[in-house]
Every structure is written in C-alpha cells, then in structure tokens.
C-alpha cells in the first residue's frame, strides 16, 4: 500500500512554490546577462536543519524558496518549510523491500523518486499528494543513478548498464510513462564503465542540451544537444581505470562552460587528475589544480549568478574556487554528499544523517 507523500494542502503549496522558483531562474537570468559582480566568500556558516541518524541523504531537489524535498534509504523522503522550519516525512513501502532512493526530480506540478536496485522503481505524486508507481524495471544488474527534467513534459533518468550501453529511460508526458532508450540508438560502453549514484549530480541540463558523466574503468561524457534523441560521447582526462574511479559529479553553467569532479572515493586525500573543465561544451576537456585540495569529491555545482566564475565541491568538506576551478579554498571540514543552490550566498547540502544550510560570507 503507497502512504501519502504530504496532505493535499502542501501538494498545493508544491505546485505553487514551484511556479514561484520558475519567475525567480527567469530573474536570476535576467540579472546574470546584466553582468553584475559576483560577491567573493571566505567562509561559511554551516546550520543543520534535518537529523536522522539512520538515513544517508544523497537526493535533494529544491522545489522553491520555501520547499526542500529529499528522498533517502530506509524508505524515507520528505519536504521542509521554509517559512516555519518544519518537515514532513513519510515513508514509501513495496512489499517488504528495504528502498534506497538516490535521484529525485520535479516539474511544476510533480515530485519523483528512484529507487537504485533491483527491482527500480519510480514513484510521483500526483493530484491527490500520493506516490504513484509510474515505471518498475527489473533486472539484477539494474542500478539507478540520477534524474532530471528537461521542461515539464520531459525527463530522463540514467543508470549503469545491464546491456552494452548506459541504462536512460525517458519521459515525454510529464513523466506518466517511461520509456528505456535501446542500446542500438545509445554510444556502447567501454570495459567497466558505468556511473556513481553518489549525488544525484551525474546528469547537466541546459535548455535542451545533455551532459551524463560516466565513471569507473572509463569515465566519459555523454552528450545529446537534442533531449536524448541523439547521442554522442567524449573522452576526459579524469581519473580513471578501477572501479572506484572517474567523474562524480558535473555541472553546467552554460552552454560552453562546464566542470566535473570526481577522484576515488577509496583515496579521498587524492587530488591528482580529479578535477576537470570544458569551455566548448564538454568535446574537449583539461585537467585542473592537479595535485591541489579538493581530493575525492561527490558533487559540484556552480553558484548562480557567478558567470562560470564559482563553484562549489562537497565530499571530505565543503570546498570554493572564485577563477572558475583553477584554485581552490577548503571552508570547512564538515561532510556532505550532495548540495543544492537557494540563491547565490545559501545553499542546502545533504549527508549522512543530515541536511544542513549553507550561508556563505
């Protein structure tokens, strides 16, 4: 039996937060063409907001300034208030699984989350606030990684190959029904490549542009300028060649400028080959801050408004770069797996047993 994601009221509240967040991107884009200097940090307040020791967080989606979703092992997601500091959470059950959810993603009137192992499963909530089974996939090498949408009608979700190409399902209807793409229409793999669920961070959207970054025993970006109708894949200097190794996370910040991080989760002081940037829209890669904090890394993002200037990497600590991921700087030493933007001084960042704000100074 599927439990209520939130009472109706907040479903509501969603799909208007979410309507909100959309106005503010248009703004914020706005503001970013306009070239306003970007404000530089040298420190960080680090506020917990969420514990739960039993959970290790690893997918959170902002719905809007006052609404953070998140969906976690042991069943578990929910959605904080801003506003008030308050959260809801629930549990999803099927049968008598133990569910691991580690990518979730949202349209305007919709909330997603993906279960990792086999069987996958995908659930959104709909008109009534309850999680709806809307693609199972069963396997024994399935394994789900990441999720995004495109617009409201369409998504894509990939995961680690249980064929010779990448596992991308795919939604053209507001995500009701998914659909996997066959390997004969998808770039083959090389020997031992797949990809990390470590952060929900493995995909980058941008417009109808798509960057998938694969890890492991080959660590490759895959690249679709039409929403997953056409494929192609480049190579990277990245670390790689164990399973252990290659691209964690990647992150666009416009059409051209993009950053990946990564290293081996096995050797987290390691800082050699585990930060790369591209400037031509991920065909070409370079290698930078070789041998330079930070090590292994599970996620980076750009802060907004910051004109591919700062970034933001999370692992072993919380570390900054304002010259684009040439030099960084570590602001705290405080664990987390994944983050997420508010505005361009606060961000939501997600751990083991935890999810804190992030306010930068």
């Known amino acids: 039996m599927n439990r209520l994601i939130f009472p109706q009221k907040n479903t509501r509240m969603i799909r208007f937060n979410v309507l909100i967040l959309m106005v503010f991107l248009l703004v914020s884009c706005k503001n970013d063409a306009e070239k306003v ?17 039993l959970l290790s967080i690893r997918a959170i989606e902002l719905l809007a300034d006052k609404s953070l979703a998140f969906a976690a092992n042991n069943n578990t997601f929910g959605l904080y208030n801003v506003n008030d500091n308050t959260w809801m959470t629930s549990k999803q059950h099927h049968d008598t699984l133990k569910l691991q959810f580690r990518a979730v993603a949202h349209t305007t009137t919709d909330f997603f989350m993906l279960s990792v192992e086999n069987p996958a499963l995908l659930y959104k909530t709909g008109d009534s606030g309850q999680m709806e089974l809307v693609y199972k996939e069963v396997h024994n090498k399935v394994f789900y990684d990441a999720m995004q ?9 990939i995961g680690d190959p249980t064929d010779d190409c990448l596992s991308i399902i795919i939604t053209r209807d507001g995500g009701q029904t998914w659909n996997k793409i066959a390997c004969d ?20 959207i941008i417009g109808d542009h798509t960057w998938i970054a694969t890890g492991g025993k080959a660590s490759r970006v895959f690249y679709s300028a039409d929403k997953g109708q ?8 990245i670390v790689q060649g164990l399973p252990t190794t290659g691209m964690y996370s990647i992150a666009f910040y416009d059409e ?14 390691a800082n050699q080959a585990n930060k790369i940037k591209t400037t031509d829209g991920g065909k070409t890669w370079k290698l930078v801050a070789q041998n330079q904090q930070p090590g292994y890394s599970s996620c980076v993002q750009f802060f907004p408004n910051s004109h591919a200037e700062k970034l933001l990497a999370v692992g072993s600590g919380i570390d900054y770069s304002d010259d684009g991921g040439f030099h960084w700087k570590r602001l705290s ?12 001084s606060v961000a939501y960042a997600a751990g083991n047993g935890r999810i804190s704000k992030l306010i930068f100074k």
């Open 37 to 53: 200097p970007s404000r530089v940090f040298s420190e960080v307040t680090v506020e917990t907001i969420f514990q739960d020791s």
């Open 149 to 157: 949408f495109w617009n409201d009608q369409e998504g894509l979700a």
């Open 185 to 204: 229409k998808l770039p083959k793999i090389k020997d031992g490549e797949a990809a990390f669920a470590a952060s929900n961070t493995n995909i980058s």
């Open 230 to 237: 056409t494929w192609r894949v480049f190579e990277t200097p």
């Open 256 to 269: 051209k400028n993009g950053f990946a991080i990564g290293g081996d989760y096995t050797k987290p002081e």
């Open 333 to 344: 030493n405080e664990p987390f797996h994944t983050i997420r933007f508010l505005n361009d």
